[in-house]
């Protein structure tokens, strides 16, 4: 007691529809390293915003140090004024300007800055958290690692007291890491409470204290990092406890696979830009497999290297068994590989198109600008594929902005079979749909593997992976850590891999 340096008490935040937060509690103590986990749309970020005063709360209190009464955060301004920064993944310092400039832009007080003070302020700071950069260098010379801890040293310097830290590490290689915790490490020598958020269970197990879980914007509990073994910290943020696990079979028909048949695709050695270590992977014809794994795990960096979305960085690929060059989507689509990606609103539908043209806008890139269909084939595209996938629109000429986001998730796997595509790769198809259009959407990636096709399939709900995928790839940490098959197809073993083999002590 005493010890706290920060206290949330009851948080509600509510958006139109939405419940975000519902009565959150949150404690961070002095010289503490304080994880927030949870899977996506868990309300870490909201409850990061409710306290550096980017959304107000509506309901709830914040308490700071010793101070008995509550406090108001009516800004991120307001927040630094009183001892909380943030560092975000994204850098937003000036990379222009030097490293000592950016420590302290906006903190100069009077018309004159006198430089040489400045930069040997900056210097003493560097040189105290052993900060590998010149206070006269460019900042945009320095690594991500070392920008990201000018950040936290710009942060520390006004007075902070509770530092928050949003995926610091996303970008950074595993030297980087550790340079970052080391300076961690040394804040947290110096009394200040850090708030770590992360996807990254070896980093939480290597740095952190205690930890905070929060699902479906509700507390699951606060736990001492060496209570919560890292197979219950999976279940309690997938809402799974290990003794509710039940092993999940499809009963639909299936491929019957030739002796000798070719994979449809191989990758060896794959790795891109977005970090992921380099990992092998084959898909057979008429099989569905997928990529599982937390969120930030690489599921999704995975099958962007596969189609060439990212760059990649090394790996051979192989169709049919003859090696191809995939560096971009277009090679990929050439190939017979369709692609719907994970958010449909950024990089799926084109709002202001309608459902006919949302749909056929695949089909016309492969044919290509000089070789335009017809009127009358587009239409008939559409309406065949508006009846086939029971999309309910109005007409094919609806604006596909103006569909339920199910019906536009249906509007985009139209688009990818309309390519007649022999190797198909869904990422998260079923995400924020109707419980109806989830099962309409499992049904037909069934359908289309009984008939041939290779599907790659990814969901968050570990539940619906089991339903559809006949073999799952596991990933830690942009890793592969294994690969299961038959009687491992079940959420103790997905979890238990999940969490590095650890057993339920």
Not at 230 to 239: A, N, Y
Not at 309 to 327: C, H, M, W, Y
Request: charged share 25%; hydrophobic share 40%; proline share 3%.
């Amino acid at each position: 007691m005493g010890n706290e340096v920060l206290k949330m008490r009851g948080i509600d935040k509510v958006f139109p529809g939405v419940r975000a937060l519902q009565n959150v509690d949150f404690t961070l103590c002095k010289g503490e390293i304080h994880a927030l986990m949870g899977e996506n749309g868990a309300g870490k970020s909201t409850l990061i915003k409710v306290l550096t005063g980017v959304y107000p709360k509506d309901g709830g209190d914040i308490f700071l140090g010793e101070n008995l009464e509550p406090v108001t955060i009516k800004s991120p301004q307001d927040a630094q004024n009183q001892g909380i920064s943030t560092v975000y993944q994204e850098i937003t310092l000036c990379p222009n300007l030097s490293v000592a400039e950016n420590m302290f832009i906006g903190r100069q007080k009077g018309s004159i800055q006198n430089w040489k003070k400045m930069n040997e302020a900056a210097g003493a700071i560097l040189n105290e958290l052993t900060i590998p950069a010149k206070p006269t260098q460019q900042l945009a010379s320095c690594s991500i690692a070392v920008q990201q801890m000018v950040a936290i040293a710009r942060a520390v310097d006004m007075d902070c007291k509770v530092l928050i830290l949003d995926e610091p590490t996303s970008s950074l290689d595993e030297q980087e890491v550790e340079k970052l915790f080391k300076l961690m490490r040394d804040l947290k020598a110096k009394g200040v409470g850090i708030i770590f958020v992360t996807h990254f269970l070896d980093q939480v197990y290597e740095v952190c204290d205690k930890i905070t879980v929060l699902r479906d914007g509700q507390l699951v509990g606060e736990y001492e990092i060496k209570d919560l073994p890292r197979v219950q910290l999976v279940s309690k943020m997938l809402g799974k406890e290990l003794d509710d696990m039940s092993d999940i079979k499809s009963e639909n028909a299936t491929y019957e696979k030739k002796e000798g048949e070719t994979p449809v695709f191989t990758a060896k050695n794959l790795s891109s830009t977005e970090a992921v270590h380099p990992f092998d992977f084959h898909i057979n014809k008429g099989e569905v497999n997928g990529f599982t794994g937390l969120l930030g795990s690489g599921r999704s960096e995975c099958v962007r290297a596969i189609f060439g979305a990212d760059r990649n960085l090394s790996g051979e690929k192989t169709k049919d068994g003859k090696q191809v060059k995939i560096s971009k989507p277009i090679d990929a689509m050439k190939k017979g590989i369709a692609y719907l990606p994970e958010d449909r609103k950024v990089d799926g539908i084109v709002g202001d198109l309608s459902v006919r043209d949302n749909i056929v806008l695949a089909y016309q890139v492969l044919k290509g600008a000089l070789h335009p269909f017809s009127k009358a084939e587009a239409y008939k595209f559409a309406d065949e594929y508006i009846k086939l996938l029971d999309i309910k629109t109005a007409s094919a000429d609806t604006p596909i902005k103006s569909l339920s986001g199910g019906n536009q998730q249906k509007v985009i796997l139209a688009r990818w079979l309309l390519t007649h595509p022999d190797y198909l790769i869904l990422d998260e198809p079923t995400r924020g749909i109707d419980v109806g259009t989830k099962v309409d959407i499992q049904k037909l990636v069934l359908k289309l593997a009984s008939e041939g096709m290779a599907v790659t399939f990814i969901s968050s709900e570990t539940d619906e992976m089991l339903r559809t995928c006949s073999r799952l790839i596991v990933m830690r940490d942009r890793h592969v850590v294994g690969e299961l098959t038959g009687d491992d197809l079940n959420q103790n073993k997905i979890m238990s891999t999940i969490a590095g083999g650890e057993k339920n002590e």
